[in-house]
């Protein structure tokens, strides 16, 4: 059973629990046994859900449309977030948000990758593919952030930087290699999480950071596992088998030394809890700001 099969059938087994409970209340009918027959079958599900994950399970998992998105986590994290727009070059990039917010009191810059939640959003998100202009949004945000000694806090979400003509055409390779340049070098805490997707020079592009932390479901390689089949094996069909070997979870890079934290997740997803996992970063990032 896939994981997309199993966390429907958690979902189904949610609703007729609640059913129950609303028909045990409202007929005043002692219905507690078959209740705990079906919460004992859902506490199984969710514990298989989460033992029995495969690395491609979690890339599916990182993709789901319901999983919370950097703006979600931005407004469940910080207070006053006023969005900045615009890279002073060529425009503005809604792939790529960013402004300045409070963390428990303290001024921070914050910036994240953004997709959308339907085909709409994801069109003018551009499914979360930044262009140039988003990652010249992002550095200018940080060199701000520097002159000012705010801490700046980056949501890694994406499938990769944008490839069409017009993000070739204004520079999309230089204005990645620049962030990683001046990423290394500005003098100010950076922390970079992978919330979701973390692929390609898309993610490196905003994670240079004195701290790089995952979400437990997040991936985060060189490029997807399609594209890795498709060069190494010329063949996109076996992304699956390319997810097992490319060592891309957090639980991977974090035995190999590549990220520094892992954030837990609810069985099933960080979108059956997002506020739960939005309290666990925000208490592990008032923890390294204020330490």
Same mark, same amino acid.
């Given at each position: 059973?896939?994981?997309?099969?199993?966390?429907?059938?958690?979902?189904?087994?949610?609703?007729?629990?609640?059913?129950?409970?609303?028909?045990?209340?409202?007929?005043?009918?002692?219905?507690?046994?078959?209740?705990?027959?079906?919460?004992?079958?859902?506490?199984?599900?969710?514990?298989?859900?989460?033992?029995?994950?495969?690395?491609?399970?979690?890339?599916?998992?990182?993709?789901?449309?319901?999983?919370?998105?950097?703006?979600?986590?931005?407004?469940?994290?910080?207070?006053?977030?006023?969005?900045?727009?615009?890279?002073?070059?060529?425009?503005?990039?809604?792939?790529?948000?960013?402004?300045?917010?409070?963390?428990?009191?303290?001024?921070?810059?914050?910036?994240?990758?953004?997709?959308?939640?339907?085909?709409?959003?994801?069109?003018?998100?551009?499914?979360?593919?930044?262009?140039?202009?988003?990652?010249?949004?992002?550095?200018?945000?940080?060199?701000? &952030? *520097?002159?000012? =000694? #705010?801490?700046? +806090?980056?949501? $890694?979400?994406?499938?990769?930087?944008?490839?069409?003509?017009?993000?070739?055409?204004?520079?999309?390779?230089?204005?990645?290699?620049?962030?990683?340049?001046?990423?290394?070098?500005?003098?100010?805490?950076?922390?970079?999480?992978?919330?979701?997707?973390?692929?390609?020079?898309?993610?490196?592009?905003?994670?240079?950071?004195?701290?790089?932390?995952?979400?437990?479901?997040?991936?985060?390689?060189?490029?997807?596992?399609?594209?890795?089949?498709?060069?190494?094996?010329?063949?996109?069909?076996?992304?699956?088998?390319?997810?097992?070997?490319?060592?891309?979870?957090?639980?991977?890079?974090?035995?190999?030394?590549?990220?520094?934290?892992?954030?837990?997740?609810?069985?099933?997803?960080?979108?059956?809890?997002?506020?739960?996992? &939005? *309290?666990?970063? =925000? #208490?592990?990032? +008032?923890?390294? $700001?204020?330490?």
């Amino acid at each position: 059973m896939s994981v997309l099969d199993l966390d429907k059938k958690i979902e189904e087994l949610e609703i007729k629990i609640e059913e129950l409970r609303k028909i045990s209340t409202e007929n005043n009918i002692d219905l507690t046994c078959e209740i705990e027959k079906m919460e004992k079958k859902l506490l199984e599900l969710r514990n298989d859900l989460s033992s029995k994950l495969t690395p491609w399970d979690r890339v599916v998992l990182a993709r789901m449309n319901d999983r919370p998105t950097s703006l979600d986590y931005i407004e469940m994290i910080f207070d006053d977030f006023i969005e900045f727009h615009g890279d002073r070059l060529y425009g503005d990039d809604p792939a790529i948000v960013g402004g300045i917010a409070t963390l428990d009191g303290i001024p921070v810059t914050v910036i994240g990758e953004q997709k959308g939640r339907n085909t709409k959003e994801n069109l003018f998100r551009n499914f979360g593919m930044p262009h140039p202009e988003g990652y010249r949004k992002a550095l200018r945000l940080m060199k701000q &952030a *520097e002159k000012f =000694k #705010r801490p700046i +806090i980056t949501f $890694i979400d994406t499938p990769g930087a944008y490839c069409g003509i017009g993000a070739e055409e204004r520079g999309q390779a230089e204005a990645i290699a620049r962030n990683l340049m001046e990423m290394s070098t500005i003098d100010t805490l950076k922390i970079a999480i992978v919330i979701g997707e973390g692929s390609s020079g898309g993610a490196l592009a905003i994670s240079v950071a004195d701290e790089i932390w995952m979400l437990e479901n997040a991936v985060y390689s060189i490029l997807s596992p399609e594209g890795f089949a498709s060069i190494l094996w010329k063949d996109a069909s076996r992304a699956k088998e390319a997810a097992n070997v490319m060592k891309m979870t957090a639980y991977d890079l974090k035995e190999l030394g590549i990220i520094n934290k892992i954030i837990k997740e609810p069985a099933g997803g960080a979108h059956k809890a997002p506020q739960m996992v &939005a *309290e666990e970063i =925000k #208490r592990n990032l +008032i923890a390294v $700001i204020k330490g």
